[in-house]
């Protein structure tokens, strides 16, 4: 859950972390290494030298680039204030710059870069030859370089890449028309694979339909027994015959083997094939939002001695979706009898844009999940596979879109590009666990006649086995093509007659806009804006006043329309519009509005094994300010709520109605609760503890969760924390955590209302990200706490953060302070040093360590002011007290 309380703050603040429990693990260019079969995967992403704009001859290898920054990749090309739509970002060339030497033991083997995506369209050269010519920026982008790199001496990889606006591929739209923001840069990892000559292939860069890679799929599925078929494409670039043999091994989620084969093998010299077997496994572990058991699957080639050659293993999820009509979404073979609620999702995060690390990407995933979502769809472009392995892990059905957003260019090239993108989206996610629906057609795009069939052709033929389905807007041309269609739920679209024989889903439910220009909406809600905004838009998203799709309605709908994705769970960047899209339930930082702690009232009130948070809930969304509201509301999933009223005060209760038709807990209001005059009556008679607010859930009578709220008294800390989902730090040069600060009392109860300006400093092996440019530091309070992005170095070590008021005075609070620290980076990484070097001499100079010795004089002084203070306050008090002590208080 996110930090909200005093006492888990206050642990934070003095250095307590929880151990960190589990560690997720990433795949790199589709799958996960498997020791000693040859194969390695290697970061590439430290130290590139940058430049922004173009350059002639900045792709020949004798280039001096020597005056450009070096960064690490993910990179941005630049950062970005918080509110950073309506086209403030840079469009236009780039250039990127890599040195390395390779290792002398991989020369023999076959070396592919992996670009996991870079944005708009690029060309990849290596020691000055160009190798590869890339249009568009969610897709990889893979080059052989076996025969380019130059062994004993400095390599150079250069990228050129350029995200303005251009007709010619998808998306295709201008920026300024566009409701998200094309960013830039090589903002996703960047690998170097390394095998031997004999090897399995990757199914993007092979290019095979329904071929290349392994593809596994499922063509029967039933708790006693799953079929299992496993395709791979295997290439020999021998010049000799290649003899032996290919074997699976299925570990569940014990480690036991489930399933053991061999088949044998025979390749031409310099030839490939395809070899495909389909096993059967007893009694399999099925993979569901609830429950989302995982298997690992081990491959491996071995010659005709026994040696393994090549090898590596998938994490796989055994399901079967059927989508049935009027009986609604079948999953294992059983009726999924709740309505399917989840989000969309953008990818851009506050001040890095797409530049989004792996980690974040994950805890992205995780936040979703704990608010209850069981489905993301990938608005509008296939995301990063960090984030589908997340899916697959926690549980989270995703829809994966084709890149497109209301455009269409009638030239034939666009659409041959649109083709290629469905093509390799496919490859890239097919069969993946958490896959749910494809999206193949361009979205809300008014295009040809034939388009829409012939991306479902596209589909079936790239995967042409059960569990694979596709998706289209009910009014869109080519819908007939389709079973599963987008439209409102049909308690909006009264005069609608379903088909029977279709199932119905709402691709986007919850935006609520005056026009589409102004775009004033009380679902537009900005955290800043405080408590009743944020209430009118959690009341919006779950049971409106005024007819509107809403939770409450997506519960109320007939089981044939299966459910929907709120549009957007983020507050996220926008090229056409000067506002950021303020709908989401969390901030671009992922810190919460109340309507997130809304979806969390819906979830399972069950703990259940899930990575996830379950299990009961009470949440107070009011802070006991005096411009609060008089009405309390509180979100549970319990099915009885007591709130009390101070120390011994009066106590309210809640059942919920069992009966009730609609969400299953819509939130709690206790009318006329709350009033500042009494909190002023407790203080006047010198009872400030006595005053609170505490909610109670209760379930079959036994209490289950509390939540306890009390006003800020006057600001005496500064407080911080890292919003971390207990992840390790990895020190890999790109990871990064959201630390957040708060002015708070002595307590540690945050003051809301405070609009003070924090500066922060940092101390060993981290840095602030955008300290630079000022784009990030100093940050004014909003809500009460200001976010900073603190990135790791290369090196695991210790990082300390502090954060003070940029005004200071005699009456205000002493600076806070929190050390954690970042681990190694297990995967192995590939730089130059001296480039790496150069990289460390021109980050934030605020890293520089300063004298201990001084700091600790600093805050003894800071800490005895702050004791001589606290004595003249106590005559401040009294005097106030007695000028005031007459005052009626009403």
């Known amino acids: 859950m996110f930090l909200k309380?005093?006492?888990?703050?206050?642990?934070?603040?003095?250095?307590?972390?929880?151990?960190?429990?589990?560690?997720?693990?990433?795949?790199?260019?589709?799958?996960?290494?498997?020791?000693?079969?040859?194969?390695?995967?290697?970061?590439?992403?430290?130290?590139?030298?940058?430049?922004?704009?173009?350059?002639?001859?900045?792709?020949?290898?004798?280039?001096?680039?020597k005056d450009w920054p070096v960064v690490n990749i993910p990179n941005g090309i630049e950062y970005l204030p918080q509110e950073a739509s309506g086209g403030i970002n840079y469009q236009g060339e780039v250039w990127y710059r890599k040195h390395f030497t390779p290792d002398a033991e991989l020369k023999g083997k076959k070396l592919f870069l992996h670009f996991e995506a870079i944005m708009g369209k690029s060309k990849i050269y290596v020691n000055g030859k160009l190798l590869k010519e890339h249009f568009g920026g969610y897709l990889p982008a893979i080059v052989d370089v076996s025969d380019a790199l130059n062994w004993g001496e400095d390599n150079v990889i250069a990228v050129w890449a350029d995200n303005s606006n251009d007709p010619s591929y998808p998306p295709g739209k201008d920026q300024e028309v566009l409701d998200f923001a094309y960013l830039g840069g090589i903002y996703r990892d960047v690998w170097l694979i390394s095998h031997n000559p004999v090897h399995i292939t990757n199914a993007n860069y092979e290019?095979?339909?329904?071929?290349?890679?392994?593809?596994?799929?499922?063509?029967?599925?039933?708790e006693k027994e799953a079929k299992v078929l496993l395709k791979t494409h295997l290439r020999n670039e021998n010049a000799t015959n290649f003899q032996g043999k290919?074997?699976?091994?299925?570990?569940n989620s014990e480690g036991k083997v489930k399933l053991k084969v061999s088949e044998k093998i025979n390749l031409q010299a310099n030839e490939a094939a395809h070899f495909t077997s389909e096993e059967s496994i007893r009694n399999p572990q099925l993979w569901a939002p609830e429950h989302p058991h995982l298997y690992d699957l081990e491959v491996e080639i071995k010659n005709n001695k026994g040696k393994v050659v090549d090898g590596y293993r998938k994490r796989i999820g055994i399901r079967s979706l059927e989508f049935k009509g009027e009986e609604g979404f079948w999953l294992n073979g059983k009726p999924y009898n709740k309505p399917i609620i989840g989000g969309n999702r953008h990818q851009d995060f506050a001040l890095v844009g797409n530049a989004v690390p792996n980690n974040v990407h994950w805890k992205d995933a995780k936040k979703l999940r704990d608010a209850g979502m069981i489905l993301i769809r990938n608005a509008h472009y296939p995301q990063d596979p960090a984030f589908m392995d997340a899916a697959d892990e926690l549980g989270l059905f995703v829809i994966v879109n084709t890149p497109g957003w209301q455009f269409w260019n009638k030239d034939p090239q666009f659409e041959q590009f649109v083709y290629q993108d469905i093509r390799n989206m496919v490859r890239r996610d097919r069969s993946r666990a958490s896959l749910f629906l494809w999206e193949p057609i361009l979205n809300e795009t008014w295009y040809p006649d034939a388009f829409a069939k012939n991306t479902k052709d596209i589909v079936e033929a790239e995967f042409p086995y059960p569990n694979s389905h596709s998706a289209c807007d009910l009014?869109?041309?080519?819908?007939?093509?389709?079973?599963?269609?987008?439209?409102?739920?049909?308690?909006?679209?009264?005069?609608?007659?379903?088909?029977?024989?279709?199932?119905?889903?709402?691709?986007?439910?919850?935006?609520?806009?005056?026009?589409?220009?102004s775009h004033n909406s009380p679902s537009r809600v900005s955290r800043a804006w405080g408590e009743n905004p944020m209430l009118v838009q959690?009341?919006?998203?779950?049971?409106?006043?005024?007819?509107?799709?809403?939770?409450?309605?997506?519960?109320?709908?007939?089981?044939?329309?299966?459910?929907?994705?709120?549009?957007?769970?983020?507050?996220?960047?926008?090229?056409?519009?000067?506002?950021?899209?303020?709908?989401?339930?969390?901030?671009?930082?992922?810190?919460?509005?109340?309507?997130?702690?809304?979806?969390?009232?819906?979830?399972?009130?069950?703990?259940?094994?899930?990575?996830?948070?379950?299990?009961?809930?009470?949440?107070?969304?009011?802070?006991?300010?005096?411009?609060?509201?008089?009405?309390?509301?509180?979100?549970?999933?319990?099915?009885?709520?007591?709130?009390?009223?101070?120390?011994?005060?009066?106590?309210?209760?809640?059942?919920?109605?069992?009966d009730r038709e609609g969400m299953p807990f819509p939130p709690i209001v206790f009318k006329d609760v709350y009033n500042f005059m009494d909190i002023k009556e407790k203080h006047r008679a010198r009872k400030a503890n006595e005053v609170f607010l505490k909610a109670e859930g209760f379930i079959d009578g036994k209490l289950v969760a509390t939540d306890t709220i009390r006003p800020a008294l006057r600001p005496e800390k500064i407080m911080l924390w890292i919003d971390d989902e207990n992840l390790d730090l990895k020190a890999n040069g790109s990871d990064f955590v959201t630390l957040i600060?708060?002015?708070?009392?002595?307590?540690?109860?945050?003051?809301?209302?405070?609009?003070?300006?924090?500066?922060?400093?940092?101390?060993?092996?981290?840095?602030?990200?955008?300290?630079?440019?000022?784009?990030?530091?100093?940050?004014?309070?909003?809500?009460?706490t200001a976010p900073v992005l603190v990135k790791t170095t290369n090196i695991p070590g210790e990082i300390t953060v502090k954060a003070s008021l940029r005004m200071k005075g005699s009456q205000r609070p002493v600076s806070g302070e929190i050390t954690f620290n970042s681990v190694s980076a297990k995967k192995k990484m590939v730089y130059d040093s001296e480039e790496l070097a150069a990289y460390k001499l021109n980050r934030n100079s605020?890293?520089?360590?300063?004298?201990?010795?001084?700091?600790?004089?600093?805050?003894?002084?800071?800490?005895?002011?702050?004791?001589?203070?606290?004595?003249?306050?106590?005559?401040?008090?009294?005097?106030?007290?007695?000028?005031?002590?007459?005052?009626?208080?009403?």
């Not at 079973?483 to 609520?512: Q, V």
């Not at 810190?591 to 949440?619: C, H, W």
């Open 5 to 65: 309380k005093t006492l888990v703050l206050l642990f934070l603040a003095i250095g307590f972390t929880m151990q960190a429990q589990h560690q997720p693990e990433f795949s790199t260019a589709g799958f996960h290494e498997l020791e000693g079969t040859g194969r390695n995967s290697f970061s590439m992403n430290p130290a590139w030298r940058f430049h922004k704009g173009d350059l002639k001859d900045a792709e020949k290898k004798n280039f001096n680039d």
């Open 207 to 222: 290019n095979e339909t329904a071929g290349g890679g392994l593809l596994v799929a499922y063509p029967e599925v039933s």
């Open 246 to 251: 290919i074997t699976y091994k299925l570990y």
């Open 475 to 517: 009014e869109a041309k080519g819908s007939e093509h389709f079973d599963i269609l987008y439209t409102y739920p049909f308690e909006m679209l009264p005069e609608e007659e379903a088909d029977p024989s279709k199932t119905y889903f709402t691709r986007e439910w919850g935006d609520n806009v005056d026009n589409w220009n």
């Open 538 to 658: 959690a009341q919006h998203y779950s049971v409106p006043p005024y007819s509107y799709i809403s939770y409450d309605i997506l519960y109320k709908t007939s089981k044939q329309h299966i459910g929907g994705a709120l549009w957007h769970p983020f507050d996220h960047q926008r090229g056409y519009h000067p506002d950021p899209f303020y709908g989401g339930i969390m901030d671009a930082y992922r810190q919460p509005k109340y309507s997130y702690y809304m979806f969390e009232a819906q979830r399972n009130p069950e703990k259940t094994d899930l990575i996830a948070e379950t299990g009961p809930m009470v949440y107070i969304a009011n802070e006991m300010t005096p411009f609060s509201p008089n009405d309390v509301t509180v979100f549970s999933n319990c099915d009885e709520v007591r709130l009390t009223k101070f120390e011994n005060g009066e106590t309210f209760t809640h059942k919920v109605d069992k």
């Open 741 to 784: 600060a708060a002015v708070t009392d002595k307590e540690g109860n945050i003051k809301r209302l405070n609009n003070s300006t924090l500066e922060f400093e940092i101390f060993g092996e981290g840095e602030i990200l955008g300290n630079q440019s000022y784009v990030a530091n100093p940050q004014q309070l909003s809500w009460g």
């Open 846 to 890: 605020t890293v520089e360590q300063s004298s201990k010795s001084q700091e600790e004089l600093e805050e003894k002084v800071e800490k005895l002011q702050q004791e001589l203070n606290a004595i003249k306050l106590k005559e401040v008090e009294q005097q106030q007290e007695d000028f005031g002590g007459k005052e009626v208080n009403n």
